[in-house]
């Protein structure tokens, strides 16, 4: 019976290994953003927190409708932790922007907008 358990227990372990080297070969940094805002998400920017200038637009040509989520990547090398993301609605152009999100504690990024106070909102998970 120990020799079953035994098997079983490296078989468990062999299985594990590709997932744990897939894990390890992601960046720290990467997130899914969820939008909640009612509206369709034109452009999505991520840019180290201590950079002037915006990156390229992750979205490229897509944009992200309401209810959708985009799991952002980040290339292994990216070291620091510090983010701003900025979004763009389609209906109008207008944005909004946070500053200084640490994604290596953040997986999850999820935004909503309120009309009654003309806000968006983002809570980080």
């Keep these: 019976m120990k020799a079953v358990v035994w098997a079983f ?4 372990a062999a299985m594990s290994v590709p997932v744990t080297s ?7 940094q990467n997130f ?16 180290p927190a201590k950079s002037n200038d915006w990156e390229e637009d992750v979205l ?8 959708e989520s ?7 090398s990216a070291k620091t932790c510090k ?3 900025k ?18 504690t953040v997986a999850k990024v999820t935004i909503r907008y309120n009309k009654k106070t003309d806000t968006t909102t983002a809570s980080f998970d």
């Design 9 to 12: 227990g490296l078989a468990i």
């Design 22 to 28: 897939a894990v390890a070969a992601e960046a720290k």
């Design 32 to 47: 899914v953003l969820v939008n909640k805002t009612g509206y369709e998400i034109n452009a999505v920017f991520v840019s």
């Design 60 to 67: 490229g040509q897509d944009t992200l409708s309401d209810g």
């Design 70 to 76: 985009l799991k952002i990547r980040f290339q292994r």
């Design 83 to 85: 983010w701003d993301l």
């Design 87 to 104: 979004v763009v609605y389609a209906v109008d152009d207008s944005n909004a922007v946070w500053s200084g999100i640490d994604l290596c």
